[in-house]
């Protein structure tokens, strides 16, 4: 049984535009919650993360809300650029920042300009 | 700085084979994590090596060996190998406390 899902396999955004990318998971024990982004023939490349203890992250461009009552976070990307297009994976892990991480299925963003 | 790089970056091999992956992580970091990803899923947790040990383990058969060295460097081995272990192979790396870094990765393709 999947504990990461991102239900959304695909997002299409106009450039400028808000990028709103969503995950749900079931495991309580989580304590840190991260998003790779991954181009293809790369790896993942880690964008932001957040602790459990928060509600909210803030990078630039990308913000992270995280709802545990709901066991949901987003990552919010203002304003979309192309060079956003690419799969984004949301993981989490119950060991921090250096724990396994569970990784969801990837959502692939298309942003256009 | 060079980041975490893998090797090979592409390899072919047929049922019942054995196959080594090498990893050296990103300057400065002392822990190993592999993960494997096939087509259409996200990475799955392999196994993380700490001071020469594994840490922590994923749900993956004996198959599945590794091993880490004193520069901190890591191998994936992989013996009798099946179809369904074709797939990318991702290393990880970091510090106490820090987000992983990945590799490339490794492309394995079993025929």
């Known amino acids: 049984d999947q504990q990461v899902k991102q239900n959304s396999p695909s997002l299409s955004v106009q450039e400028g535009r808000i990028s709103i990318l969503n995950c749900d998971y079931t495991?309580?024990?989580?304590?840190?919650f991260l998003w790779y982004k991954k181009y293809p023939a790369e790896g993942p490349t880690f964008l932001i993360s957040?602790?459990?203890?928060?509600d909210k992250n803030e990078d630039g461009r990308f913000t992270v809300f995280l709802n545990k009552s709901a066991k949901h976070l987003s990552l919010h990307i203002v304003p979309s650029q192309p060079g956003d297009s690419a799969v984004y994976f949301c993981a989490a892990s119950t060991g921090g920042s250096q724990g396994n991480l569970i990784f969801g299925k990837g959502t692939k963003l298309s942003v256009k300009p | 700085d060079a980041g975490v790089t893998q090797s090979p970056t592409h390899l072919i091999k047929t049922r019942g084979q054995q196959v080594t992956l090498r990893c050296s992580p990103k300057?400065?970091?002392?822990?190993v994590s592999w993960y494997q990803q096939a087509l259409g899923q996200g990475p799955q947790f392999i196994f993380q090596?700490?001071?020469?040990?594994?840490?922590q383990r994923g749900n993956f058969p004996d198959r599945f060996s590794g091993h880490q060295f004193p520069n901190y460097s890591s191998e994936l081995n992989v013996n009798a190998l099946l179809l369904g272990d074709s797939a990318l192979y991702l290393c990880?790396?970091?510090?106490?406390?820090?987000?992983?870094?990945f590799g490339p990765g490794t492309r394995l393709t079993v025929l």
């Open positions: 957040i602790s459990s203890i928060k």
């Open positions: 990880a790396s970091s510090l106490v406390s820090h987000e992983q870094f």
């Open positions: 495991n309580s024990m989580f304590d840190y």
């Open positions: 300057s400065g970091h002392d822990t």
């Open positions: 090596y700490y001071e020469e040990e594994e840490r």
